[in-house]
């Protein structure tokens, strides 16, 4: 799956979280789902332990990446994304226009 990557920009364009926008935290692509930042919280109840006051937290739990699409940097709204050679590299590129897919730093 590389449509997506960590670092990514991108808008939930289906269900219960529908026009959230959030970065890309992690990808799991066994199961084909990414965790996106701020985006499909859950209580999570954690156990005390030593190192951990324990209790119930709010983390981001998976979500399928059909759900998701990357935002195109120059318009800001969802777009397909391509893959071409730049200068014997592949890039990701928007399909919307011909602006690079901005990701992390360097993730590569």
Not at 79 to 101: F, L, M, N, P, W
Request: glycine share 8%.
């Amino acid at each position: 799956m590389n449509r997506l990557k960590v670092g990514d920009d991108v808008i939930v364009i289906s269900g219960e979280h529908k026009g959230k926008r959030g970065k890309v935290l992690r990808v799991v692509a066994e199961t084909n789902r990414v965790v996106v930042e701020g985006v499909n919280q859950v209580k999570r109840h954690v156990k005390a332990t030593p190192q951990s006051p324990g209790g119930i937290l709010e983390v981001e739990a998976p979500l399928p990446a059909s759900k998701v699409m990357p935002v195109d940097p120059e318009t800001q709204k969802p777009t397909r994304v391509k893959v071409q050679v730049k200068d014997g590299k592949k890039v990701r590129v928007a399909k919307s226009g011909a602006e690079i897919v901005a990701q992390a730093a360097t993730q590569e």
